[in-house]
């Protein structure tokens, strides 16, 4: 059972990345898929979570209205969209799978922003 974070890099202020989260060992479908972040410093913190029929529910003030969750169940995989990014968004991001008290966490995918 893994679950893996991708698509992490460096981008400008005011950038965009996309992350991904796949699974290997489960079906991502069956499970409410959430994505939280550690900044350097700092305790970790939710960003947002989807459920399995494509709620969304927003975790964070701060990325209100520049960060969209989705998840294509097809493909086995969630995605975080990110815009605007800002150099407060540095953090490492985890995408976790949660079903009935049953949660995985993947390794996590470095987002650094340069202002």
């Known amino acids: 059972v893994q679950l893996q974070a991708s698509g992490g890099g460096l981008a400008q202020s005011g950038g965009s990345l996309r992350l991904s989260c796949a699974a290997s060992?489960?079906?991502?479908?069956?499970?409410?898929i959430g994505w939280f972040r550690r900044a350097p410093g700092k305790e970790r913190e939710g960003v947002l979570c989807?459920?399995?029929?494509?709620?969304?529910?927003d975790l964070s003030e701060a990325v209100k209205g520049r960060f969209t969750i989705s998840r294509d169940n097809a493909k086995g995989t969630v995605y975080l969209q990110m815009n605007s990014l800002r150099p407060d968004d540095t953090a490492v991001y985890y995408c976790?799978?949660?079903?009935?008290?049953?949660?995985?966490w993947g390794k996590g995918t470095l987002v650094t922003v340069s202002s």
């Open positions: 976790n799978a949660a079903l009935r008290g049953t949660n995985y």
């Open positions: 060992g489960f079906t991502l479908g069956d499970y409410a």
């Open positions: 989807i459920s399995r029929s494509g709620e969304r529910m």
